[in-house]
């Protein structure tokens, strides 16, 4: 089915960049809100992205107005008669998307894809909530999503093959990159990145670097920003929220770090709010000093624990290893995923996690792995994949095949 037309439910910053994106490839899209305010304020998304590449000489004024006159924003459904896709970007509250899409079945036509932009949540139980379940598909943008290349398409247990080609083909006309990805609390990316925060997170309240310290060692390892800064952009709320979804799920060794408790307990929700692990401006801030001087002190962390950015790294290349272990993508896709999703390089080069651990040396990363379960405990546990690897020889470029064969 060719998608002639699309809708945006929820008006929010997602929301407002999803709508600029499929605008900017020429297909008119209806944009709803419940608030006028959140309304105006996605136009003014959408309105920004554009305005940037006027002024960047990238785009004329005329044809800026030519797009905006393509969204139609709206507080009510009267547009979506004839939509041919909808894209959920309300909050990540389960109960608030199957209500969205049971409200969009009555207004929808029948052979409508209902897809939600979910970072994490379940498409098989969004799509129960619905009568065509096989019409329900997970459509994954990153943030900001005029930028960000990747877009993961998760089919849930009805989804059927029809819907998942049609959202791949979507997506390609979008000038993106659809990686079709298995359904599992926070599917790929977002999963391999939340060890690797909640770890960062976790070695600064026990004090084994400072914030300034872990980012700019994470950014020398190969990542184009720190876990902190990347936090605070994203908004601690999200990762919060996010974190303790994949722990319900996942268990303990996604455990979340306590100063996540502190930082939402005290608003500092990252730069929308003036203040998250950094002070926004100011850097490092007094405030989260003393809260891991309280945490430490109550005995809540330990402290004096020590600090490699193998610790916060690894954890990564283990989620994906697992990942590789569960089918959720191809080895291939989930390195290219952590490229086209985060920037990922390392050594200079632009290569996801499992090719990265090949480099490393797969013996060498089952023994880091070891000491750190050894020091920290078991969510440092070498996964399946990696140590069968290891026990076969495949250690990676040295040996000429390891995750990836090396000529």
């Not at 209500?99 to 209902?114: D, H, R, S």
């Not at 329900?136 to 089919?155: C, Q, R, S, T, Y």
């Not at 390891?402 to 000529?407: D, I």
């Amino acid at each position: 089915m060719y998608i002639f037309k699309a809708a945006v439910v929820g008006a929010g910053t997602m929301g407002g960049e999803i709508a600029q994106v499929i605008t900017y490839s020429g297909l008119p899209v209806v944009m709803k809100d419940v608030d006028q305010g959140m309304l105006d304020k996605g136009m003014d998304k959408v309105r920004s992205v554009y305005q940037h590449r006027v002024d960047r000489g990238k785009m004329s004024a005329g044809d800026m107005q030519a797009k905006l006159d393509l969204v139609t924003p709206t507080l009510t459904y009267d547009e979506f008669g004839d939509v041919d896709i909808v894209i959920e970007a309300v909050p990540e509250k389960m109960a608030v998307k199957q209500a969205v899409f049971k409200e969009l079945e009555g207004v929808c036509p029948e052979e409508t894809i209902f897809a939600s932009n979910t970072s994490a949540l379940s498409i098989s139980e969004m799509g129960a909530a619905t009568g065509k379940p096989q019409k329900m598909i997970g459509m994954h943008f990153f943030n900001p999503a005029h930028v960000m290349k990747l877009v993961e398409v998760i089919p849930g247990l009805d989804t059927n093959q029809e819907t998942v080609d049609d959202v791949v083909m979507f997506a390609e006309s979008l000038r993106k990159i659809p990686v079709v990805v298995q359904e599992c609390p926070g599917f790929l990316v977002n999963r391999l990145l939340m060890p690797y925060l909640n770890e960062a997170t976790k070695a600064l309240g026990e004090g084994a670097a400072t914030a300034t310290e872990i980012d700019q060692a994470v950014v020398a390892w190969g990542m184009p920003m720190g876990p902190f800064t990347l936090m605070d952009m994203l908004g601690i709320d999200v990762c919060g929220h996010v974190g303790d979804y994949l722990y319900a799920e996942y268990g303990e060794r996604m455990s979340p770090a306590p100063l996540f408790a502190e930082l939402l307990e005290a608003g500092r929700l990252g730069e929308k709010s003036g203040a998250g692990f950094y002070d926004h401006p100011g850097g490092e801030s007094a405030t989260v000093k003393g809260m891991i001087e309280a945490l430490q002190s109550s005995g809540t962390v330990p402290s004096g624990t020590s600090f490699s950015v193998g610790r916060v790294m690894l954890p990564l290349v283990n989620e994906a290893a697992l990942c590789v272990q569960e089918n959720i993508a191809t080895i291939n896709d989930i390195d290219m995923s952590m490229v086209a999703g985060t920037g990922m390089t390392y050594g200079g080069e632009r290569i996801g996690p499992l090719a990265v651990a090949d480099k490393i040396g797969l013996d060498a990363v089952v023994e880091q792995l070891t000491m750190l379960e050894q020091e920290l405990g078991p969510r440092f546990r070498p996964s399946r994949p990696l140590k069968l690897r290891v026990r076969a020889g495949h250690l990676g470029v040295k040996t000429g095949k390891g995750f990836l064969e090396h000529v």
